[in-house]
């Protein structure tokens, strides 16, 4: 600490250098002194004596010299000594926070540069990634095309196989895909569902002609057994295709029933899988009238008639309600589906119908053709000849105009 009366004293602590000076000085003042300090060396910190008469002076320190402090004349020499320790204090902490401030800038600016190069690589391997996932949603659409075409080879197969009457997965796959639709199934369900319908009677591949040509309640002893086992052989030969899985589920367990006397597994009300309850209802719809499971074939209404009465023992009752209601409604079995259809014997005709499909007499005669407008007379006469030839006939209309199906 260097000084003499009336000049200014410079202190230097650690390189921290620091100024007290007098205001009054000769030659040039303290207000002007810490100007030029301030101004050459602005980390130097600047304190000023000053007495009562030296205000101007003051002022003019604190505003050009950004003075830090000014201490009155006169000075107690103690407390000057802890003004000073105190200014340095401030100074030592002032340039630690600048150093701080000046790494946590650098700082920043490293981690700015860092998400920079780091969005750059997420964007790069996002971009990897995505080309990876299209491709392996090309790979997977191939492979659900390969099971798809399976499935069609497959279903080909049992067609070879089985007699032409007996030929029914074209029927109950259009009923599956109407009810998934009418339903609201998810997709996954919906393509389960219906390749169940195509592949149901895998299992009936090793039988011979007698037992395909049987109706299934006049099959008895090793016959029926063989019978019973025909779902489950059906599920074993899709075991590799990991794919299949639900859809050999589906299959293992459409011979169940609702209230647990079915088979393989006895399984009872939910324990069925969804889709088994559904494939149920659509072959034994399809069946009962190609005479698959009766010794005579059923009429559609009454194939109908005999699901609803047995809609809690045999079937889910909710669902069944739902069936055959599509039935009723759109018949998607004739391939007839969402065009207003119905299906009705001769005593449910009324004038102003439409008939939609050509009506044969069973002999293959041609009775009326497609388009022809029903009247009154003509209807008539038709049930007249039903009672002549001891027949009853099924009828695919469409509603009179702005009578709802």
Known sequence: ???????????????????????????????????????????????????????NATIRAINEGQLYRYIAKPWNDAELRQVLQQALAYQQSER???????????QNRELAELNASLEARVEARTRELRQVADMLDLAYAELKQSYVTATQVFSRLITLRLPERFQTHAQVTDLLKAFAESQGLDAELSRHLT????????????????????????????????????????????????????????????????????????????????????????????????GMILQRRMPREDALALLKRLAGRVYDPELCEAFVTLCIEQAPDLGLGGQGVLVVDTSRLVPGMILVRD???????????????????????????????????????????????
């Not at 050999?248 to 009300?269: C, F, M, T, V």
């Open 96 to 106: 630690e926070r600048q150093r701080l401030e000046a790494l946590t800038q650098a």
């Open 195 to 290: 390749m169940a319908g195509a592949l149901y009677n895998l299992g009936k591949l090793g039988w011979d002609d007698h037992l395909l040509t049987t109706p299934s309640e006049r099959l008895f002893a090793a016959n029926r057994e063989a019978y019973k086992r025909y779902p489950v052989t059906g599920e074993g030969l899709l075991m590799t295709l990991d794919s299949l899985d639900d859809t050999a589920r589906i299959i293992r367990h459409h011979r169940e029933r609702w209230n647990g006397s079915g088979y393989p597994d006895h399984l009872k009300g939910d324990e069925i899988p969804y889709g088994a309850r559904v494939l149920a209802l659509a072959v034994d719809f399809i069946e009962l009238q190609r």
């Open 359 to 405: 009506l044969h007499t069973e002999t293959g005669m041609l009775l009326l053709n497609e388009g022809k407008a029903l009247t009154a007379r003509l209807i008539e006469r038709l049930m007249h000849f039903e009672a002549m030839e001891k027949t009853r006939y099924q009828l695919v209309v469409r509603p009179p105009e702005g009578d709802p199906a």
């Open 1 to 55: 600490m260097t000084s003499t009366a009336g000049s200014p004293c410079v202190l230097l602590v650690d390189d921290d250098p620091l100024v007290l000076t007098d205001s009054l000085m000769p030659g040039m003042d303290g207000a002007e002194l810490l100007r030029q300090v301030q101004t050459r060396y602005p980390g130097c910190l600047r304190l000023m004596l000053t007495g009562q008469a030296d205000l």
